[in-house]
Nanobody, 117 residues
């Protein structure tokens, strides 16, 4: 069982930056693939970014490529999403996901990001 806790959301203005954090526990952190997803008002949950356990494969959605960066700190069991040049359309609840090979997916409770002037 993997537990995930997101933090770092908030209310910001367009063009601002935020860094989301995801604290993981209960699993072998270094073998997990992590992803960030988001769900905007009235929308389905969508993929944002993913990073595999060896940091060799990182993918971003086209909507955030060049503005967001996903990183991980295996020593601290943490995954981060640096979000720069935020836009109103980035407003959403952001979720952290861990993929445990042979077991399944685990999700955090989400953190709200609101981008508004």
């Amino acid at each position: 069982q993997v537990q995930l806790v997101e933090s770092g959301g908030g209310l910001v203005r367009p063009g601002d930056s935020l860094r989301l954090s995801c604290a993981a526990s209960g699993g072998t952190f270094t073998t997990l693939t992590f992803g960030w997803f988001r769900q905007g008002p009235g929308k389905e949950r969508e993929f944002v970014a993913t990073i595999d356990w060896q940091d060799r494969t990182i993918f971003y959605s086209d909507s955030v490529k060049g503005r967001f960066s996903i990183t991980r700190d295996n020593g601290k069991n943490m995954v981060y999403l640096q979000m720069n040049n935020l836009k109103p359309e980035d407003t959403a609840v952001y979720y952290c996901k861990a993929v445990v090979p042979g077991v399944g997916d685990f999700w955090g409770q989400g953190t709200q990001v609101t981008v508004s002037s």
